[in-house]
């Protein structure tokens, strides 16, 4: 069966340092990946999303950046975080159908 | 743009009451509508619509799609406290969702 992990959980990181969450998914070969990030704990914003090694879509311009180095490895990066960088990121993957699976998400608080 | 607006933003019940959860969408060239359930991390999947009038059911849960209205319905019969989440919607366009913006049901004993 198919998982999904990102880490780290939670992260505290001072405005102006650089950003690196991971995401891998196991069990299945050349998934769709996605990164969301939710505020509030109200609706997902799409961030990025990759239908292959090396392939991103950007949603929205902002801060972040994307990198699918390896089929199943999906990150998310910043040089230098901003406040308004806070929030639960979620991860997830999609096959051949449409529903989508998400990780267990990390909690980024920008101080 | 596609839209995707949720009501109500936030409800809360007692145990026993039944809800009816709404979602609207505004978008081309439909292909299927998504509930989402969000307790404390992850979202889990509940249901996906592609066909209207054909009702999707899971234990309590139900959800129903209306192409002519743009709308889905999700309802909840007899709630428990474990029902108490954030529930999403969103539509699939193109690989990807837009979600709306989540409806915060609280249920109290």
């Known amino acids: 069966s198919q998982t999904i992990h990102q880490w780290p959980a939670t992260l505290v990181q001072p405005v102006g340092s650089p950003l690196s969450l991971e995401c891998t998914v196991e069990?299945?070969?050349?998934?769709?990946l996605y990164w969301y990030r939710q505020a509030a704990g109200r609706g997902l914003q799409l961030l990025f999303y990759?239908?292959?090694?090396?392939?991103i879509s950007s949603e929205v311009p902002q801060n972040l950046s994307a990198s699918r180095p390896q089929d199943r490895q999906f990150i998310l990066s910043s040089k230098k975080l901003l406040l308004s960088d806070s929030g639960f990121y979620l991860c997830?993957?999609?096959?051949?159908?449409?529903?989508?699976?998400f990780g267990p998400g990390t909690r980024l608080t920008v101080l | 743009e596609d839209k995707v607006v949720q009501s109500p933003l936030s409800l809360v019940v007692h145990e026993g009451d039944t809800v009816t959860l709404n979602c609207s969408y505004e978008?081309?060239?439909?292909?299927?509508l998504l509930w989402y359930k969000q307790e404390k991390k992850a979202p889990t999947f509940l249901f996906m619509l592609?066909?209207?009038?054909i009702e999707k059911k899971s234990g309590r849960l139900s959800s129903i799609l209306d192409k002519k209205e743009l709308s889905s319905i999700l309802n909840i019969t007899a709630t428990q406290t474990g029902d108490s989440a954030i529930y999403l919607c969103?539509?699939?366009?193109?690989?990807?969702?837009?979600f709306g913006q989540g409806t915060e049901l609280s249920v109290k004993p």
């Open positions: 997830a993957w999609s096959g051949n159908y449409n529903e989508q699976f």
């Open positions: 069990g299945t070969s050349n998934p769709n």
């Open positions: 990759s239908v292959g090694i090396g392939q």
């Open positions: 978008v081309t060239n439909f292909r299927s």
């Open positions: 592609t066909s209207s009038g």
């Open positions: 969103a539509d699939y366009q193109g690989g990807k969702l837009i």
